[in-house]
Structure formats: structure tokens, C-alpha cells
């Protein structure tokens, strides 16, 4: 079945330390996502990429890095210069995702913690 | 003023009952809109797109108000499944690209 996979599902990050997150999909999706969802508040817009070797900030894309070399893979790097990246990280393709509606479909999500 | 706003809940509803949530937005150029379902601790999942002309599909029904700039989700014969969280997703579509701002959701518990 096609989807997105993200891992790992629980990641423990120690002060000063960077941390990758990755984001693989099968759908054949072009543009792909990266959110950021702290508790009781919605979705907010890390890095997205509309195609291979490209990329755009969101709205909160300081402290966060990606790369996107492949159409499959959009991994997503936490550095230290992110202050609180305690959350819940989300990847999402956009493309066919209800019959043939098109909206994003998400990875199950990683939950990052500092310890 | 966010660009998308939704009330935050919870509504608490026995079952069967009718539930409805609005959810406004200010960018009046965006393209496209969505209701997504949040369970705990899970990734949103695409509940139905939202079009122009209003849809429905069995129990719920979307209508766009572009005028006035909201989307509305209707919930008939609530269910003990229906508990979780409803987001709404306004494409913005800068530049061509698809983006999607999010409400904060609304939290939805349905009782016996």
C-alpha cells in the first residue's frame, strides 16, 4: 500500500545535539511537508518542497533544516539553534488522497522530546 | 488576527445528536478547503474536501461561505467514533504551490 512512513515514531534529543527525522513516501507525490504541532494548537508550517533540489521556509523555519534529493525522501534536521523543539513533527504529501480529491495525506508522526 | 481560526471546544454531545462547527479564515484569495479528523496522539486524516457548492457524504456535510470567508462541518446522529479532534485547512496557494494554514481544531466528545 502506498503512504507515508516517518521515523522514528519516539525520539530523545539531549541539549546542544541535532537530530533527522525522516520522511519517505511511495505515493509519487511531488510537493511534501513538514509541520509542527504543539499541544492543544494546530499545524504549523516548518520547510516544504514542491520538487526535487528545492525548497521554501515556512513560518517557523528557524532552528530546522531539510534536503530534498530524492522525490521520495524529505528528511527534516532539528539543530540546536532550535530553542524548544519538544513536539509533535508531521510530514504530509500533497496529491490524491480521498478517491480523487486531492489534499495532503500524513506520515503517523515523530514525537520529539529534549531531555 | 491568525488566518484561521476555529472554536476550540470541547463540545460534548450525547449520541444522535447534531453538532456544528464554523471555522473563519482571512485570506480572501485562498484557493481550497478541507476538514481533517484528528484522533489522540495520531496524524490528521482527510475527513472531506469542502466545495463550493456545499457536499455531503452520509452524516457529514461541509458548506463554504466565501463571502463572509468561514466553512462550516455538520455532524447528524453523532456517534461514539466521532471523538476527536476537527480541523479545518485553508489553501492558500501562493505562488501555485499548495499550502495548507490549519485551525487549531476543535475538540468533539460524543457520550452515551
Known amino acids: 500500500d502506498g503512504g507515508i512512513t516517518q521515523s522514528p515514531k519516539y525520539l530523545f534529543r539531549k541539549e546542544g545535539q541535532n537530530v533527522t527525522l525522516s520522511c519517505e513516501q511511495n505515493l509519487n507525490h511531488d510537493a511534501m511537508y513538514w509541520y509542527r504541532q504543539d499541544p492543544g494548537q494546530g499545524l504549523r508550517l516548518i520547510y516544504y518542497?514542491?520538487?526535487?533540489?528545492?525548497?521554501q521556509k515556512g513560518d517557523i523555519a528557524e532552528g530546522y533544516s531539510v534536503s530534498r534529493e530524492k522525490k521520495e525522501s524529505f528528511p527534516l534536521t532539528v539543530t540546536s539553534a532550535q530553542k524548544n523543539p519538544t513536539a509533535f513533527y508531521l510530514c504530509a504529501s500533497w496529491g490524491p488522497s480521498l478517491g480523487e480529491d486531492y489534499g495532503y495525506t500524513f506520515g503517523s508522526g515523530t514525537r520529539l522530546t529534549v531531555v | 488576527r491568525k488566518e484561521v481560526e476555529q472554536d476550540p471546544g470541547p463540545f460534548n454531545v450525547p449520541e444522535g445528536a447534531t453538532v456544528a462547527f464554523n471555522c473563519t479564515y482571512s485570506?480572501?484569495?485562498?484557493?481550497?478547503f478541507f476538514w481533517y479528523r484528528q484522533d489522540c496522539r495520531k496524524e490528521p486524516k482527510l475527513l472531506m474536501s469542502?466545495?463550493?457548492s456545499g457536499n455531503e457524504d452520509g452524516r457529514f456535510t461541509a458548506q463554504l461561505n466565501r463571502a463572509s470567508q468561514y466553512i462550516s462541518l455538520l455532524i447528524r446522529d453523532s456517534k461514539l467514533s466521532d471523538s476527536a479532534t476537527y480541523l479545518c485547512?485553508?489553501?492558500?496557494?501562493?505562488?501555485?504551490?499548495?499550502?495548507?494554514?490549519f485551525g487549531a481544531g476543535t475538540r468533539l466528545a460524543v457520550h452515551p
Open positions: 485547512a485553508v489553501n492558500t496557494s501562493p505562488g501555485g504551490y499548495n499550502k495548507l494554514i
Open positions: 469542502v466545495y463550493s
Open positions: 485570506n480572501s484569495a485562498s484557493q481550497s
Open positions: 518542497s514542491q520538487i526535487v533540489n528545492d525548497f
